[in-house]
Structures are given as C-alpha cells and as structure tokens.
C-alpha cells in the first residue's frame, strides 16, 4: 500500500486508523465534549447529571426517563405528550403502542 508515494503496511495503517478513530472518541469523551453513554442511575439521583429530554433514549421506560430529566411522573408524561392510560413501565420506543401516531422521536425533539 503506498500512502504519499511512500510504501506502508497495511496492518500499520490499518492499526494507525483504528487508534485515531477510538483515540478521538475516548478524548473527546474525557474533555466533556461528546457524551458516548448515559450516566449512571446514581449520579443522576444525586442531581449530578440530569439528561435533556432530546437525549432521551427509547429504551428507557417512562419512569427511567422521569427519573433522568428530573420530574416527576405527572410533569414527565406531560412534557412528553403521553396520555395517563399507559404505564409507566413501557419503554418510551413502545409508547405508540397505546396512542397510534405517537412520535417519541418527534416529542423528545421539541
């Protein structure tokens, strides 16, 4: 393989890619500039690291997301446009189920 008229091996680049595009990901994450996971249930009861609903998660259950925003149930199925007759053990993906037309992505956008 031959890069800038020079001749490299392929697993060097191969390697040299790999350790860029992690590389990037785990600096970015450690600098607080790119959020890779959810926090912990812990640190978001300790009111550390609440979520924005935008990044909500549909496989969360509603009372997972209520607890991630910071809200109770009430003011949570509120801010989602979700009717009181679903449970609050469904995932956020599956609220269409009960409400035909229900966009979780669309909601969660607003």
Aim: hydrophobic residues 45%; glycine residues 10%; proline residues 7%.
């Amino acid at each position: 393989m031959t890069i800038a008229g020079k001749k490299v091996n392929p697993l060097i680049f191969v390697l040299g890619t790999v350790c860029i595009f992690f590389g990037t990901i785990v600096l970015l994450s450690t600098l607080g500039l790119m959020q890779v996971t959810i926090p912990s249930p812990d640190s978001v009861l300790g009111g550390e690291a609440l979520l924005n609903p935008i990044d909500l998660r549909g496989s969360m259950t509603i009372e997972e997301g209520a607890m991630y925003v910071g809200m109770n149930l009430t003011e949570f199925y509120t801010l989602m446009e979700i009717p009181d007759s679903v449970p609050p053990a469904t995932l956020l993906k599956r609220v269409q189920n009960y409400v035909p037309g229900y966009d979780f992505h669309a909601v969660k956008a607003k």
